[in-house]
Every structure is written in C-alpha cells, then in structure tokens.
C-alpha cells in the first residue's frame, strides 16, 4: 500500500515517547502531576505514550497499584520497589536503587529502535540507569530535569557525601547528560549551570513547568470560600501554598510577621506540608504570633479557591539553590491572578520574572523589613495590586500555560525524532 493509500487506522510511524519517573496519574504528587498532565496532552496530540513508574503513591508507599493498565490509552507499566519509606536515609536509598534497577530492566523489555525515553529526576541521578537502556536499545533519550542532583544535597547538607562520592556521582549525572539527545531545563540559570558543567548548548532546550490555567483562575478574595471558612475577613492576607522543604527559607517572613505583630489588618496563611513545617509552626508559637493560619494541602479541585483567599503569595528558595530547583508555585500564583513576592535570590530567574512581567516583588533572605516594607506598599495600594494580579494572570496563559508546555514539547521532539509525531490519518487518501 503506498502511503497515499492509508486506512485510516494506520499511522506514519511506529516510535513511541516513554517518560520514567517514580510516581505517575493518580498519584497527586508535584512530579506526578506535571508529568501526568503532560503525558496526557501528549497523548491527545497523536503520540504514543507509555511510562514507566512505581506502584506506589507518594502519600501512600504500599498502595500497591496495577503492574499494568492503560489509561485513555496511555500504557502504564509500574514496577515493585522497596517500601521502606523517606524516613532514613539508608531506606530511601534502597527505595532509589531497587526502582532504577526496576525501570532498567523493564525499559529493556519495552523499548525500541528510534523510541523517545524521557527520564525524571524522581528518584535523583534516573538519568544513569536510563542513559544505560536507551543506549543497549538504540532509543533516543531525554532528561527533563526537574532538579540537579548530587548539588541539591550538597547545598542542603555539606557533609552529606564525601568528596570523593560527590566527584563520582557528578561525573556519572554529567555522561548521562551528554549520551542525551536533548536535557529539558526549568530555567536561565538552570541552562547556565548545565553549560558551566560542560552539557553543549545544543542540548539543552528550556520549557519552564505550568499551571493548569482553567482550573485555576482569577477569583475575587470574597468569592473564597476557603477565605470564608476560615474566618479571616477583610484583612491582607499574605499566603504560602504548597511543600514547606528544605529548600525553602522562612525565617525572613517570620521576623516580618513579628514586626508586624501589632497591626492586625495583616494575616498568614500557611498551606502545606513538608520537612519545614513542623519548625515554622514553632517559630510561630515561640514567638507568640496570632496571625498565623495553617492549613493542610488543598485537592486539586480546591487549589484555584485556596489561592484566591489569599491577596499576595510567598515563593521562596534559599540563595544556595538558585539554579539547581525552580519553585514551580509560582505558576499556579500567577495563574491564580495574584501578586507573588519572592524571598530569595533578587537576581535569580523567579526574581527577574516578576521585574520584568512587573507581577510582583522580590526581596532579599534576611531582609524582614524590606518585606514587611513592601507588603505595606501592596495594602495600601489596591490598584497597583490589582493591575499587578492582572498582568501575572496574562503572563500565565502566555507563557505558562499546559497548552504552551505541550506545544513547546510537541516543537522540540519534532526537531529530535520526528518518528513519534503520530498522524492519524482521518479518512483513506488514494
């Protein structure tokens, strides 16, 4: 049959695109959920989607999901791993190692000549064991890396590796990244690092992660029913929604909250969970702050009206990290319509967005008074903070929206592989 001459049913090509990470759909995760949504635009896009995962949910190590299943017609194949949980260091390295060995020996089983094999960053250093299949299978790989690692655990904690471990494992992270066909970064800086460690520049391409921008959208603060429930009126409320991690710094907003202690038009409102919490909550108790709210983590159904009790966002990132993690949140404040003031590196990408789109502030770690300074600007202000909430809801459907990503994605495997672009053709052409 010539290919003028095609059923319907029948594509231009036989290549698939695997993405490899240690959680997917329905786990509700960070990781998960930006790769779930992705996969399955792909999917919808005409590509032949598979992943490779664990059976695990990340709130819930022994749910022990299907070895296999499809889900709108992504082939889903989840591997067993250790259990032993993120509680100690020597259990989560056993979790990392039984999934690598796990996902290696299935991408042997599933991949093909000419397939697309995109590795996570979820568990760190993926892109070795991946680097590895894609190489005895002739497919060609793809890092999207959500982070650098071993740098984050240096940065975090200095004396966590020796130096001579730190050294092996940079040198094995870097051949992966050049065996790449392609390393997919968050960011200018993240771009720059990876130059600095010697990845060639034309194998880097920068798609920054999104929101989903019809789910969350613009809602008036008295429209929030989280804003209602719990009370907190018509005061300025200064929120900090998603994972309160190692990476993040908060003392700065806890020297603000003091100094503003005795104006009670000012309110806190923490949602969240993480490493950090724990130690935020007892900085507030300790220093005897009522204005603080805390909250748990919202369902995803309930993020748009979460964000939108709230009048500004916290995003922060210690200074060490710039670079090496993007505090993706951001996405979902902008998608939200609010202004977002960033405490951290005021030259780093999250600061240079916000200058530059003007839809939000930055400040520098330590500095309390500079962001008690400007939250007082913001309050006393509604237009400037209006017109800042709407230039952050515009800058998200430009730039930051799942649409974009995927058609940034769609783009770029074009350049690399066209083979996985499948067209289905919609009636017989002769």
């Not at 896009?45 to 709108?72: F, H, M």
């Not at 009126?233 to 907003?253: K, M, P």
């Not at 940034?408 to 499948?422: E, G, K």
Request: with cysteine; hydrophobic share 45%.
């Amino acid at each position: 049959m010539s290919w003028q001459c095609r059923s319907r049913y029948e594509t231009d090509m036989e290549a698939k695109i695997v993405f490899v990470n240690r959680y997917f759909f329905p786990d509700q995760s960070a990781t998960s959920r930006m790769l779930s949504d992705l996969a399955f635009r792909l999917q919808r896009a005409g590509l032949a989607v598979e992943i490779v995962t664990s059976r695990q949910l990340y709130d819930d190590p022994g749910a022990n999901l299907p070895k296999r299943e499809i889900s709108d017609d992504i082939v889903i194949h989840r591997v067993a791993t250790a259990t032993l949980g993120r509680s100690n260091l020597a259990g989560r390295a056993l979790d990392y190692a039984s999934f690598y060995f796990a996902a290696y020996a299935k991408l042997l089983e599933i991949l093909s000549p000419g397939d697309v094999v995109v590795a996570k960053t979820d568990p760190p250093l993926l892109s070795i064991p991946v680097a590895a299949a894609a190489r005895w299978k002739s497919a060609v790989l793809v890092n999207w890396l959500q982070d650098l690692f071993p740098e984050v655990a240096a940065a975090l904690t200095p004396k966590l590796l020796p130096s001579w471990v730190q050294t092996l494992l940079l040198s094995a992270r870097d051949r992966s990244l050049r065996r790449a066909q392609m390393n997919v970064v968050l960011g200018r800086a993240m771009h720059r690092r990876l130059i600095a460690r010697g990845i060639d520049s034309d194998q880097i391409v920068t798609i920054p992660n999104w929101c989903d921008v019809q789910s969350v959208a613009p809602r008036r603060t008295e429209e929030s029913k989280t804003r209602r429930s719990l009370g907190l009126g018509d005061r300025f409320i200064v929120g900090y929604s998603g994972n309160f991690g190692r990476a993040h710094e908060f003392d700065t907003l806890v020297g603000a909250a003091s100094l503003l202690r005795a104006d009670p038009q000012f309110a806190f409102l923490m949602t969240g969970t993480g490493a950090k919490a724990g130690a935020l909550q007892q900085a507030v108790g300790k220093a005897d702050l009522t204005s603080f709210v805390f909250q748990d983590f919202q369902p995803p159904e309930l993020l748009g009206d979460s964000l939108a009790a709230a009048d500004v966002h916290l995003v922060s990132l210690l200074p060490a990290l710039e670079g090496l993690i993007v505090p993706s949140k951001v996405y979902g404040i902008l998608a939200a319509g609010r202004p977002a003031i960033f405490v951290g590196d005021t030259r780093g990408d999250v600061a240079d967005l916000l200058r530059e789109r003007d839809c939000g502030v930055a400040v520098a770690v330590g500095d309390s008074q500079g962001l008690v300074d400007q939250l007082r600007r913001l309050r006393g202000d509604g237009g400037r903070l209006e017109a800042m909430g709407r230039r952050a809801r515009q800058v998200a459907l430009e730039h930051f929206s799942g649409e974009q990503a995927a058609s940034a994605w769609l783009q770029f495997l074009d350049s690399i592989a066209p083979a996985v672009r499948a067209r289905v053709l919609p009636n017989p052409i002769c």
